[in-house]
T-cell receptor, first 112, second 113 residues
Framework: GESVGLHLPTLSVQEGDNSIINCAYSNSASDYFIWYKQESGKGPQFIIDIRSNMDKRQGQRVTVLLNKTVKHLSLQIAATQPGDSAVYFCAERYNQGGKLIFGQGTELSVKP | NAGVMQNPRHLVRRRGQEARLRCSPMKGHSHVYWYRQLPEEGLKFMVYLQKENIIDESGMPKERFSAEFPKEGPSILRIQQVVRGDSAAYFC???????????FGQGTRLTVV
């Protein structure tokens, strides 16, 4: 069946360092991917998205990389800050407007 | 432009009671998705609705759970005869169906006692 999985369940980084969160997906038909950030007690917050016709997309301090050959997605956070501490989820969608399938999440902990 | 609004934020029900969770999508959005999240876990898809139509309910339990999104008013997720295993956070997301971003509400935390 389809699944989206994460390589690392927890990640601890020093403030100011760069963070990389990885995600594997299994459905080669997926054409759209999103990264969400979820803080404790809150709903998922949209961070950045990428379509399958791209391999890289940059936002403010964040970059998403897509490698369709190995079905791998990553989120890079530059100059990680304490406010970045949260659980990060990747999600995939394989038809426009259809449901998002989420992975289990990676907890990012930023040490001051 | 208000975001996705869910209420109540917290809901306590005794076993056997009914739970009604409401979701008002972002202005201009006609697509609504419901997800369930257990502690320390990811979000599990339940149902996808457009106005007055259920598009995909592949994640909905066969019994006790139902969802609607009427022409007027919020989307409702209804759980009848709740059991302790229904305790979870229930999140609603909305999109306009054309752009693919889906934005989430703050969730309803259901506790069954």
């Amino acid at each position: 069946g389809e699944s989206v999985g994460l390589h690392l369940p927890t990640l601890s980084v020093q403030e100011g360092d760069n963070s990389i969160i990885n995600c594997a997906y299994s459905n080669s038909a997926s054409d759209y991917f999103i990264w969400y950030k979820q803080e404790s007690g809150k709903g998922p917050q949209f961070i950045i998205d990428i379509r399958s016709n791209m391999d890289k997309r940059q936002g403010q301090r964040v970059t998403v990389l897509l490698n369709k050959t190995v079905k791998h997605l990553s989120l890079q956070i530059a100059a990680t800050q304490p406010g970045d501490s949260a659980v990060y989820f990747c999600a995939e969608r394989y038809n426009q407007g259809g449901k998002l399938i989420f992975g289990q999440g990676t907890e990012l902990s930023v040490k001051p | 432009n208000a975001g996705v609004m869910q209420n109540p934020r917290h809901l306590v029900r005794r076993r056997g009671q009914e739970a009604r969770l409401r979701c008002s999508p972002m202005k201009g959005h006609s697509h609504v998705y419901w997800y369930r999240q257990l502690p320390e876990e990811g979000l599990k898809f339940m149902v996808y609705l457009q106005k007055e139509n259920i598009i995909d309910e592949s994640g909905m339990p066969k019994e006790r759970f139902s969802a609607e999104f009427p022409k007027e008013g919020p989307s409702i997720l209804r759980i009848q005869q709740v059991v302790r295993g229904d305790s979870a956070a229930y999140f609603c997301a909305s999109s306009d169906g054309h752009k693919s971003e889906a934005f989430f509400g703050q969730g309803t935390r259901l506790t069954v006692v």
